[in-house]
């Protein structure tokens, strides 16, 4: 694709607002926004001098001229996004969590494929350069192999139970929203995905999955531990335990540094990579080298549906079914 990547945002929240000013990053602009609210849409384009805003948000995907749509609306709408963009010849990019089910991502999977066209998950553990550093290491087996992750990640969010971190109906819940980060940075430093699969998990008084503790083990004797809670602070951290050293991130979804630690010495190595705030000129950059390029490695999907399918998994033995979810 010789010509310009034409970017349509639905939504205009804070990913949409990142993702403007990402496009302009790289000295573009996004072409068009669309919204619920209308209002909303007029105001988010001239912010970022956007030359196109839609009356409904069905226009947006009849538009000839879009050639890829960034979906940064609520999980439980992705899929009917999707399909709406695929049916009409858009690339599409999603963010976490990309579906709520392996149905609904292999359904969406399918359709791709008969369009020719490419999904990506706006998954910033995919895109950030300190964890393309530290796969290349951990494959050269730098520091050994790989035996134990650890992750945490806790959010104090307040009892409200009409916002969407504790609404069924906006799809809450500390697993597609937080824990989609800890699966998915477990899974890529795992040389294979896990088979085995055990959990605990608390629900919230409207029985969205508050907490969850969750173990993962695979063929290779590569474990991990998650602690997952919606309404009680941990740090976002995430420890890779190798046979030479371990490497510590903080603030992992967006790391971009790693502290790592000499098994025998103790002796502390700090690198950097990147930057915290640039998660998704990264993310984009990937999106638009698959799209000019077919080359799609850098999306890391096959990841996307494993750590989907965990996920799956999950709340269906917890027993925890949005309202009219098919899985």
């Known amino acids: ?27 573009k602009k996004l072409y068009s926004v669309g919204n619920r609210t209308h209002e909303k849409a007029v105001d988010f384009a001239k912010k970022y001098g956007v030359e196109k805003v839609y009356d409904t948000i069905e226009d947006l995907f009849l538009d000839d001229e879009v050639d890829v749509v ?33 149905r609904e991502l292999d359904e969406m ?18 895109h950030m350069p300190i964890y393309k550093k530290l796969w290349e290491d951990v494959k050269n087996e730098k520091y050994g192999k790989v ?22 109906n906006l799809a809450g819940g500390a697993l597609l929203d937080i824990g989609v980060y800890a699966i998915s940075v477990v899974r890529s430093f795992m040389d ?20 969850a ?17 919606m309404h009680s602070k941990q740090p976002k951290r995430t420890v890779i335990s190798m046979e030479k050293a371990y490497v510590e991130l903080m603030e992992f979804p967006r790391a971009h540094e790693a502290v790592i630690v000499d098994a025998e010495t103790g002796e502390k190595e700090i690198i950097t990579e990147g930057r915290f705030e640039d998660a998704l000129f990264y993310e984009m950059q990937d999106m638009e080298y698959a799209i000019e390029t077919g080359d799609t490695t850098g999306l890391l999907f096959e990841y996307t549906k494993d750590v989907m399918d965990i996920m799956t998994k999950l709340r269906k033995e917890w027993n925890m079914r949005y309202p009219k979810e098919v899985w």
């Open 1 to 27: 694709m010789n010509k310009e990547i034409k970017w349509a945002v639905l939504g205009t929240g804070v990913i949409a607002n990142e993702m403007a000013t990402a496009l302009q990053k790289m000295g």
């Open 70 to 102: 960034y979906l940064t609306t609520p999980h439980n709408t992705h899929y009917e996004f999707m399909k709406k963009a695929l049916t009409n010849g858009k690339h599409v990019f999603v963010e976490k969590s990309i579906t709520l089910n392996s």
């Open 109 to 126: 999977s399918e359709l791709a494929k008969k369009n020719n066209l490419i999904i990506g998950e706006a998954m910033t553990i995919w």
């Open 147 to 168: 035996q134990m992750i650890t992750v945490n990640f806790g959010s104090f969010k307040e009892y409200n139970m009409e916002n969407r971190f504790f609404n069924m």
């Open 192 to 211: 294979e995905k896990p088979d085995e699969v055990v959990s605990q998990w608390m629900p919230s008084p409207t029985g969205s999955d508050e907490r």
């Open 213 to 229: 503790t969750i173990l993962l083990k695979n063929k290779k004797n590569q474990m991990a531990t998650i602690a997952l809670a």
